[in-house]
C-alpha cells in the first residue's frame, strides 16, 4: 500500500480517452480492495483495543494471551504481511 492511489483516483480521466474507461476500471476495483483491506485492518484494531482493556481490568495470562494475539492479527494487516501459521 505505498503508491499513492489517491492520486491516481484523482488523476482518472486526464489522458487517452480510448484508455480512461479501463484505466477507470482498473483503479476503482484496486481502491475497493485498498477499502476492505483498511476495514478489516480497522475491525482488528477495535478487536485488539477491547481484548487490552480486558487485559487490563483482569490481568489475568489468557487476557494477555488474547491481547498479544490480537496485536500481532493487526500488525499484520496494517503492515499487509501474510499470515505465517
Known amino acids: 500500500m505505498t503508491d499513492d492511489l489517491v492520486k491516481r483516483l484523482r488523476d482518472t480521466g486526464e489522458g487517452d ?3 480512461a474507461p479501463y484505466t477507470t476500471k482498473v483503479l476503482i ?3 475497493a480492495d485498498r477499502i476492505e483491506a483498511l476495514e478489516a485492518a480497522l475491525r ?3 478487536d ?3 481484548k487490552q482493556k480486558t ?4 490481568r489475568s495470562k489468557e487476557n494477555l494471551i488474547a491481547s498479544k494475539q490480537a496485536e500481532t492479527a493487526f500488525d499484520r ?3 499487509g504481511e501474510k499470515k505465517d501459521d
Not at 55 to 58: A, I, R
Open 17 to 19: 480517452m480510448y484508455l
Open 29 to 31: 476495483d484496486t481502491a
Open 44 to 46: 482488528l484494531g477495535v
Open 48 to 50: 485488539m483495543r477491547e
Open 55 to 58: 487485559y487490563f481490568k483482569d
Open 77 to 79: 494487516a496494517a503492515l
